[in-house]
């Protein structure tokens, strides 16, 4: 599956963004989805993570509550939904897929390394 992440730029602080990933080349809803970020000189983070039917997700503990992440399998997108931005979100946000054999094997995945396909990420600048 081929991931193409959309949506990245520079805001203000307090500001909002939305990004979007949309995926080709495979079934969608055989994914569990999953957001990332790197910032310069730091380890690859993780932000959040969503089930194939989107009824369940998880968050990292520095976005809960700021960022929502959700889906829609007809049109083969992930979304993330950045609310009340800090100039410590900025970083090169990566979307990510892991092919789930079937959908009651695993709901959502949290670590890097359970990911099978990777995006090539979109800038997000949070600075005044």
């Known amino acids: 599956v081929q991931l193409q992440a959309s949506g990245g730029g520079s805001v203000q602080p307090g500001g909002s963004l939305r990004l979007a990933c949309a995926a080709s080349?495979?079934?969608?809803?055989?994914?569990?989805m999953g957001w990332f970020r790197q910032a310069p000189g730091k380890e690859r983070e993780f932000v959040a993570t969503?089930?194939?039917?989107?009824?369940?997700?998880v968050y990292g503990g520095s976005v809960k509550g700021r960022f929502t992440i959700s889906r829609s399998n007809p049109v083969n997108t992930v979304y993330l939904q950045m609310n009340n931005l800090k100039p410590e979100d900025t970083a090169v946000y990566y979307c990510?897929?892991?092919?789930?054999?079937?959908?009651?094997?695993?709901?959502?995945?949290?670590?890097?390394?359970?990911?099978?396909?990777w995006g090539q990420g979109t800038q997000v600048t949070v600075s005044s």
């Open positions: 990510a897929a892991d092919l789930v054999a079937d959908h009651t094997s695993k709901v959502v995945s949290t670590t890097g390394g359970e990911y099978d396909y």
């Open positions: 080349g495979g079934t969608f809803s055989d994914y569990i």
């Open positions: 969503i089930s194939w039917s989107g009824s369940s997700t």
